[in-house]
């Protein structure tokens, strides 16, 4: 997850303060940005619904995207953890094979949607 302060700047990432994620393993050339989840909820292909849920990830935060990949900042990152529980709903508007060479099954769409807002926790405070 990244967080930024106003408008993001994806040229320099002056605006960005925090970019949280679980590393790239092994560095340089593992994989990237990804953990398995033992919890994953409930997936029904058909409707559209899946859920997945994590407490309490281990992640980094390497302060902006550029760090995360190529680690000039001293320190590097600092120790961060999150939580989340997602859940997708239907109608599904498309779907489709997976024919990329290697891989094969079935992509779905259904419609995207996000909550924002601006929350003061007494930590962190503009």
């Known amino acids: 997850m990244d967080l ?4 993001y700047d994806f040229t320099t990432f002056s605006t960005q303060v925090h970019d949280f994620d679980p590393g ?3 560095y340089p050339g593992g994989l ?3 953990v398995p989840n033992p919890t994953l909820g409930p ?3 058909g409707t559209g619904r899946a859920s997945m849920s994590m407490a309490n990830l281990a992640l980094q935060d390497y302060f902006d995207i550029p760090n ?3 680690r000039f900042e001293v ?3 600092t120790d961060a ?3 989340f529980n997602v859940k997708w709903t239907g109608p599904v508007t498309g779907s489709g094979p ?3 060479p290697g891989s094969t099954g079935e992509l779905i769409t259904t419609s995207a949607f996000a909550q924002l807002g601006r929350v003061q926790n007494g930590v962190f405070a503009d």
């Open 75 to 77: 320190p590097v990152s």
């Open 98 to 100: 997976v024919n990329t």
């Open 81 to 83: 953890s999150c939580s």
């Open 4 to 7: 930024y302060r106003g408008q």
């Open 43 to 45: 997936i029904e292909l």
């Open 32 to 34: 990237f940005w990804t």
């Open 24 to 26: 790239i393993d092994p």
């Open 68 to 70: 995360a990949l190529f």
